[in-house]
T-cell receptor, first 116, second 113 residues
Framework: DAGVIQSPRHEVTEMGQEVTLRCKPISGHDYLFWYRQTMMRGLELLIYFNNNVPIDDSGMPEDRFSAKMPNASFSTLKIQPSEPRDSAVYFC??????????????FGPGTRLTVL | QKEVEQNSGPLSVPEGAIASLNCTYSDRGSQSFFWYRQYSGKSPELIMFIYSNGDKEDGRFTAQLNKASQYVSLLIRDSQPSDSATYLCAVNTRGSTLGRLYFGRGTQLTVWP
């Protein structure tokens, strides 16, 4: 299996521009998570999906952020308009349906976003 | 608020020593516990999980869980410079947040030769 795939790996954009991050989870995984990691705040969960349905979006910072999962093999995280404080590494992760209490999450390589 | 706290570090140990990483959690309903390792510039990768009280050993790594004290730890024996990384503790809870993990801020470990 190729693991979780994210694109782009690096994104540099100017304030006010729209940014779209993409994720392909591991085939067969029912859960998909979007995280943001910064030095100041660590790893923060933004939103997660179960069977393509958003379950908890309480971590989405504000209305500028939106996420979709149109099918089991693809998700996007969109920031519009972007701001310099959005600069961070964004990780996508996926996991199988919880069984026996095990919810191992597999992380993608991340997208390093820089907003100038 | 479900909180996961880790010893803030950074932790520095000599090669060959035992590194001890600690984590406490606030939600007594937590059922599974994970240790992720993250090298600088890389994504977190799972190294251990535990869900029963006691010790679980995997090579040089031992995870320890005490649910009564809401405490989980990771011991790294015979530490190697290649173990230098940030270690993230993650905890699962149940109920409305089924499937979600809560992560600590991480402890940065440096193993010096």
């Amino acid at each position: 299996d190729a693991g979780v795939i994210q694109s782009p790996r690096h994104e540099v954009t100017e304030m006010g521009q729209e940014v779209t991050l993409r994720c392909k989870p591991i085939s067969g995984h029912d859960y998909l998570f979007w995280y943001r990691q910064t030095m100041m705040r660590g790893l923060e969960l933004l939103i997660y999906f179960n069977n393509n349905v958003p379950i908890d979006d309480s971590g989405m910072p504000e209305d500028r952020f939106s996420a979709k999962m149109p099918n089991a093999s693809f998700s996007t995280l969109k920031i519009q308009p972007s701001e310099p404080r959005d600069s961070a590494v964004y990780f996508c992760a996926s996991s199988l349906a919880p069984a026996g209490g095990l919810d191992e999450q597999f992380f993608g390589p991340g997208t390093r976003l820089t907003v100038l | 608020q479900k909180e996961v706290e880790q010893n803030s570090g950074p932790l520095s140990v000599p090669e060959g020593a035992i590194a001890s990483l600690n984590c406490t959690y606030s939600d007594r309903g937590s059922q599974s516990f994970f240790w992720y390792r993250q090298y600088s510039g890389k994504s977190p990768e799972l190294i251990m999980f535990i869900y029963s009280n006691g010790d679980k050993e995997d090579g040089r790594f031992t995870a320890q869980l005490n649910k009564a004290s809401q405490y989980v730890s990771l011991l790294i024996r015979d530490s190697q410079p290649s173990d230098s990384a940030t270690y993230l503790c993650a905890v699962n809870t149940r109920g409305s947040t089924l499937g979600r993990l809560y992560f600590g801020r991480g402890t940065q470990l440096t193993v010096w030769p």
